[in-house]
C-alpha cells in the first residue's frame, strides 16, 4: 500500500513537471534567420501563461474566415502547425509576426499602466 501511494505521489510530481517545466523558458531561435543581426531570444513561455487576464489564444492562433478558431488542444509541441513560422514564413514577415505579437502587447499593458516586458532591443536580443 505504501509504495502504492508512493507511486501515486511521484506521478502527481512528474507529470505536470514534464508537460509544462519542457516549456517554461523557449529560445526563439528559427533556422530562417539566415543573416542573423540579432540573438536568439528567451522567451519566459510559463510566465506568460501565469499573467492574470491572458488566455493561449491571445498569441496563438488558427484563423478561419477572419475568427480566430484554434482549440487549446492544438497547442502541442508535437504539432508542427502551431509554430508562427509554419505560417508565417519568409524572414521579414516572421520578424514582424514576433514584433507585433510581443511588442504590441508590452506595449498595450504599458499604456494600461500594467506591468509589461521590454521593448528595446537589447532587452530581448541579449
Ligand atoms: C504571451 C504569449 C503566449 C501565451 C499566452 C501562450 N503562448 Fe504558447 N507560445 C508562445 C510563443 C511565442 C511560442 C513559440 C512559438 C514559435 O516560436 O514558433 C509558444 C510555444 C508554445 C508551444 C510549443 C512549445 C515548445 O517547446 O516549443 C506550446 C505547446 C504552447 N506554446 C502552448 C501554449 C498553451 C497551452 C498556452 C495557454 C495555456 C500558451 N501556449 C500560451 C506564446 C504564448
Ligand atoms: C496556422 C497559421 C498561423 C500560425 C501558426 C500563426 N499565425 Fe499569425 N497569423 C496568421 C494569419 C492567417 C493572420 C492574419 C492575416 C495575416 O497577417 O496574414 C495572422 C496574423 C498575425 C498577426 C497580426 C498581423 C499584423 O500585421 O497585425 C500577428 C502579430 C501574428 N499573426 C503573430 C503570430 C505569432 C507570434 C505566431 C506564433 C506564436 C503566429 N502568428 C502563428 C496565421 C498564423
Ligand atoms: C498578450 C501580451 C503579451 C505578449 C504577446 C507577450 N508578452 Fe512578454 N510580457 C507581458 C506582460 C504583461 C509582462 C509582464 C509580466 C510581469 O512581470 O508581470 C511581460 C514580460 C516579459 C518579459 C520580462 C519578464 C519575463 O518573464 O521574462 C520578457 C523578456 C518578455 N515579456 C518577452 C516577450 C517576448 C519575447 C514575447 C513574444 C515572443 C512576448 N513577451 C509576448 C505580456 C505579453
Ligand atoms: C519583446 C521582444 C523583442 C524586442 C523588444 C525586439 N525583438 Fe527582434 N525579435 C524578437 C523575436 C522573438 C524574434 C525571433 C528570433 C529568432 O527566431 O531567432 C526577433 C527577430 C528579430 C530579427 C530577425 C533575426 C535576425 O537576427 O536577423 C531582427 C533583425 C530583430 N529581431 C531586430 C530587432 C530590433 C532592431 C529591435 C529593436 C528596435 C528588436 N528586434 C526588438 C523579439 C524582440
Not at 502504492?4 to 505536470?16: A, E, K, L, Q
Request: hydrophobic share 35%.
Amino acid at each position: 500500500m505504501k509504495k502504492f501511494i508512493f507511486v501515486i505521489i511521484t506521478f502527481c510530481f512528474t507529470v505536470p513537471v514534464l508537460l509544462f517545466g519542457q516549456m517554461e523558458v523557449i529560445e526563439i531561435n528559427n533556422p530562417v534567420f539566415k543573416l542573423r543581426s540579432r540573438s536568439p531570444v528567451i522567451f519566459s513561455h510559463g510566465n506568460h501563461m501565469m499573467i492574470e487576464d491572458l488566455s493561449c489564444r491571445d498569441c496563438h492562433h488558427r484563423f478561419e474566415n477572419g475568427i480566430n478558431v484554434l482549440d487549446e488542444a492544438e497547442l502541442d509541441s508535437d504539432n508542427k502547425d502551431i509554430y508562427c513560422r509554419s505560417c508565417h514564413t519568409g524572414e521579414t514577415e516572421l520578424k514582424n509576426a514576433y514584433h507585433r505579437s510581443c511588442i504590441r502587447c508590452h506595449d498595450a499593458m504599458i499604456k494600461k499602466n500594467k506591468s509589461a516586458g521590454p521593448r528595446l532591443c537589447g532587452e530581448c536580443h541579449k
